[in-house]
């Protein structure tokens, strides 16, 4: 982690990061891997089965999903947390320990959602 943006994995296993995605991809039933229902089935596919709250569980759990593979994704290949920017806070100067170890960790989390949200993002506009 001490490299930034060059000690992410995706630069270090590079062909395990795309078999990784596609087959995240592939779970998921995203494009191009969307076809697991048969020709006469295009109105809906297996889900004409179920309606109301039924099918929005259905709906929920393949975003929900799509957003845990993004995390792991996110976690494992894109550096999880780290900001790969330097950056100096404030805090560091005035010695103020406790209020910096809570804003880092703070930033942290916000940092991965982040990354989590732009791989999701693409996911879903390739739809």
């Known amino acids: ?28 039933e995203r494009l191009p891997f969307d076809l697991p229902e048969a020709e006469e089935e295009l109105v809906a596919g297996y889900q004409t089965e179920y309606s109301g709250i039924k099918f929005g569980l259905f709906y929920i759990a393949s975003y929900l999903n799509l957003l845990i593979s993004s995390l792991f994704v996110t976690v494992l290949y894109l550096g999880g947390s780290n900001f ?7 805090f560091y100067f005035f010695e103020i320990n406790k209020a910096y170890g809570i804003f880092v960790t703070i930033i942290g989390i916000f940092i991965t959602l982040t990354k989590t949200y732009l791989l999701l993002f693409v996911s879903i506009t390739t739809r």
């Open 84 to 90: 790969s920017i330097p950056y100096i806070f404030i």
């Open 1 to 28: 982690s001490k490299y930034g943006f060059w000690g992410w994995n995706l630069w270090r296993q590079p062909m395990g990061f795309v078999v990784f995605l596609i087959s995240s991809l592939a779970e998921c």
